[in-house]
């Protein structure tokens, strides 16, 4: 890959989605283009550069952020955060929920990605949220992704470390052509709606704000201006008390926000005064 062809996706990946690839990241963009150039039947990344610029790149401007998006993920990822949602955010809003008006407990799956976050958000809130109504939004710039998380299939290497009682309650068994995968409920797959969206981009269509939102190893791809443009706009999607949940190896110590860490990869959004 020469040089001129790394700088111009670098900088195509870069508007489309902020995310900030860097000298380090040339062998992996490498690796993942190759695929781009078979799919659309070109020889060269120079050619593939070319139709990036050509009249009809729209289509494939989304393909290679899908392309170039890092999607790993596994259910009950940094399991602290469900213990904090399940033991200190959901009995806290709770008590607040009528003086304040809340008709549900709403949380946000900011970069949901293939869907094992939302639908642990989901179990987690099943087994503690009682009769308070309560809804995700699960979000994300791949629209492959998203596909996958919709159809909430996962193969047996998947969910086979969760604890037999959760696969009981959460997941059915496929037979025959499905033999070796399991498909969440129906139930829970009915409370989180997933949607494409670029985090950067204009407004998010929510009509109620989050009492929790769940945005994790998703600004370690970003600059610090990004990274400091995304907490600002995540923030003002938060009730007056609600908490945003970061990965545990992110960290809002050197960009202004407007939250107050209460653990590590844990903020939670001042009470109005």
Known sequence: MRDSEFDFIRSVVYERSRINLGPDKRELVSARLGKRLRATNVDTLEAYCALLRGPGAEAELSNLIDAISTNHTFFFRENA??????DRAVPEMSARAKAERWARFNVWSAASSSGEEAYSIAMTLDGCAGSWPWQIEATDI????????????????????????????????GFGPQEGFHRVKAALREKVTFRHLNLLEGEPPFRDPFQVIFCR??????????????????????????YLMVGHSESLTHINHPLKMVRPAIYQKPLAS
């Open 81 to 86: 955060h469900f213990d904090f949602l399940r």
């Open 142 to 173: 791949s629209h492959r992704i998203l596909a996958k998380a919709q159809a909430g299939i996962y193969k047996d290497d998947t969910v086979n470390r969760l604890p037999p009682d959760i696969m009981r309650t959460y997941f059915q068994r």
């Open 217 to 242: 190893n998703v600004m370690i791809y970003f600059d610090r201006a990004t990274q400091e443009e995304l907490v600002g706009r995540l923030s003002r999607r938060l009730v007056p008390g609600g």
